[in-house]
Structure formats: C-alpha cells, structure tokens
Nanobody
Framework: QVQLVESGGDSVQAGGSLRLSCAAAGLIFSTCGLGWFRQGPGKERELVATISRSGTTHYTRSVKDRFTISRDNDKNTLYLQMDSLKTEDTAVYYC???????????????????????WGQGTQVTVSS
C-alpha cells in the first residue's frame, strides 16, 4: 500500500527555518506530482506548494520566496524548506501524492489527474513570536 510519512516538524521562533521531509513508499515516486498542504488552528486545509514529476513548482502567494519545495527521486522523498517563518505558518503540514493506477511495473501516478489521493499523517509546525 501507499505510505507517506512526514517528519521535521518542530517549534521555532519567528524568523527561523525548518525543513520538512516526506518519505514515500508503494508508488513509482518519479511518476508522481506531489504537494504540501497545511491546516492551521481553526482554519481549512490549504495548498502550500506543489511539484510536478518534471520538477515544475508552484507556491501559494503567502509562502512564495520563503518556502522551497523539492524532491529526490532516488530517495523517494519530498522536501519543504521553510525560511523566514512567521507565526501564521503555524499548522499541521501534510504531504500528498497524485492519484495513481496500477501498471505492469507498479503503482504509477496519473499525470492527467488533478487529485491528490494519498496523504501522510501530518507533522506539526509551531512558530512563536
């Protein structure tokens, strides 16, 4: 089965940095579009950043120029480098992978699907002033 496991969440002061990781298993990782989402206290879940299988990135406006999404296909790992953290970045951060289908070589992500079908359990990031 597909597993996404986040790590790296912590409590930091405003202006600090954190690097989140998301280790994936059960997917042909290199075929997948991936994303980071977050849900702050009392807020709805929101998209933070995405990276396509070709490496094209997209960021929500509030994190642009502060966060960097990247991937290492050899390690089946997704990253989120977070710099210049603000108190409003406090949230549980989730990684997600695109919808996939079974092929002869394993579970391959569907490049035409806009849906994120697989989710990690989340990692808490707390930024204090």
């Amino acid at each position: 089965q597909v597993q996404l496991v986040e790590s790296g969440g912590d409590s930091v002061q405003a202006g600090g940095s954190l690097r989140l990781s998301c280790a994936a298993a059960g997917l042909i990782f290199s075929t997948c579009g991936l994303g980071w989402f977050r849900q702050g206290p009392g807020k709805e879940r929101e998209l933070v950043a995405t990276i396509s299988r070709s490496g094209t990135t997209h960021y929500t406006r509030s994190v642009k120029d502060r966060f960097t999404i990247s991937r290492d296909n050899d390690k089946n790992t997704l990253y989120l480098q977070m710099d210049s953290l603000k108190t409003e970045d406090t949230a549980v951060y989730y990684c997600a992978a695109q919808k996939a289908y079974y092929s002869g070589s394993g579970l391959r992500c569907d490049p035409t699907s806009p849906d994120f079908a697989y989710w990690g359990q989340g990692t808490q990031v707390t930024v204090s002033s």
